[in-house]
């Protein structure tokens, strides 16, 4: 009877300090748009979180503890993805969230993570997730910023002066917008067009043919599929020459069997994950990316896209920062991430500060052309 009451207290003890038997793993979130219209993204990254679970688990956890990811499909819908975040912070009781794989479902949510104290680490592109800085909230995807940089640079390089944009009503394309905005008259050029496409929009027809009123040299798209393709084609089919950038938001295969013989010869920014094999060996993203193409590959049947390496190095950057501080609390997981340096990613490599919770720059992109159907790198 003596031995039964001071085991239980022995494990009333254990419970109060935190050593419970839960303590053997490491609870992770993740709020993705595994279906839906946005599932181009949220399928590859729910894909390479249980990948890199698996992996991760058969080598010994991190810091000996195994990692439990508990993946939420929000179904690419922002009601949705609020209901999952709220069940993941208030009743999973998580460490830490990854995603959501839409910007504007990430700052539907992001509200929630300070007064909650647990990181989330979004894998959407818009600057607005992370600029001003939420002490709580950091993202993986290259800014918006850094790739109106690389489209930029190319136009100034070729000569064109005048241009024309067409963004999606949504939120990655309208925080697109609001860069474009900027930076085109900053770089002393001229926006002669701006046009506005919904996300469910089946013909851009009419844009285009205001976009061709006003003479641009050039015209920039920003958004995320199936409407980018739609103006591949659009464009196609007005027999419009004039030269098409697309954004980073359309770097996968998805867009080039979407857009179909229309993407060909098209211009965008897009991570080195997309052009591996044309990787220099000596960079110190090259082994990483032959890898997690490897890897993938050989588990799903085909190769990873950049949305599923922007899962990876929200996973991988919480796992470096839990073992930087030897800590899955919470706030020792968002301190660590903020000291983040030169941790190599398939989205770059990230160097995070205070000031900064995305860590990348302009030097994560290449430009990308698309010929015969392949990503080749022109930059």
């Known amino acids: 009877m003596k031995m039964a009451r001071a085991a239980a207290v022995v494990l009333a003890l254990l419970a109060i300090l935190g050593c419970s038997k839960e303590s053997d793993t490491i609870k992770i979130g993740a709020v993705l748009s595994v279906t839906g219209p946005a599932s181009f993204l949220g399928e590859p990254e729910k894909n390479t979180l249980l990948m890199l679970q698996e992996e991760l688990n058969a080598a010994g956890g991190v810091e000996g503890r195994k990692l439990e ?26 460490a ?23 990181p989330l680490v979004s894998c959407a ?3 607005k997730i992370v600029k001003p800085v939420d002490p709580w909230v950091f993202n993986t995807p290259q800014l918006d910023r850094h790739a109106v940089g ?48 919904g996300p ?3 013909d851009m027809s009419a844009q285009l043919t205001k976009i061709k009123g006003a003479a641009p040299d050039a015209i920039i798209c920003w958004g995320t599929n199936p409407g980018p393709a739609v103006v591949a084609r659009n464009r196609a089919q007005l027999g419009l020459e004039i030269p098409l950038y697309m954004s980073h938001g359309v770097a996968s295969k998805k867009f080039i069997e979407l857009a179909g013989a229309a993407a060909e010869g098209l211009v965008l920014p897009a991570g080195r994950l997309v052009a ?6 000596g960079h110190p993203q090259k082994a990483l990316l032959t890898k997690y193409v490897a890897d993938y590959t050989k588990k799903y049947g085909s190769a ?19 073992k930087a501080g030897k800590s899955a609390k919470p706030q020792d997981i968002r301190d660590n991430l903020e000291k983040t ?7 770059g490599v990230y160097t995070m500060t205070p000031e900064n919770h995305n860590g990348l720059d302009e030097s994560a992109f290449l430009m990308v052309t698309i010929e015969k159907g392949e990503w080749k790198v022109v930059d």
């Open 69 to 94: 990811i508990i993946v939420y499909d929000d179904e690419s819908d922002v009601n949705k993805c609020v209901m999952a975040a709220k069940k993941l912070i208030e009743q999973d009781k998580v």
């Open 96 to 118: 830490v969230v990854l995603g959501p794989s839409i910007s504007g479902n990430t700052l539907a949510i992001s509200k929630f993570f300070a007064p909650a104290k647990i």
């Open 125 to 127: 592109a818009a600057e």
């Open 150 to 197: 690389k489209i930029l640079a190319d136009a100034k390089k070729k000569g064109y002066a005048k241009l024309a944009i067409l963004t999606v009503s949504d939120g990655f394309g309208q925080a697109g917008r609001g860069v474009l905005q900027e930076l085109i008259p900053a770089q002393g050029l001229t926006l002669v067009a701006d046009e506005v496409f």
């Open 200 to 202: 469910k929009d089946t």
């Open 276 to 281: 591996a094999a044309q990787v220099p060996d």
């Open 304 to 322: 990873p896209s950049t949305f599923g390496g922007h899962a990876y190095d929200a996973l991988m950057l919480v796992v470096n920062a839990v």
């Open 341 to 347: 340096t030169g941790l190599a990613g398939t989205g």
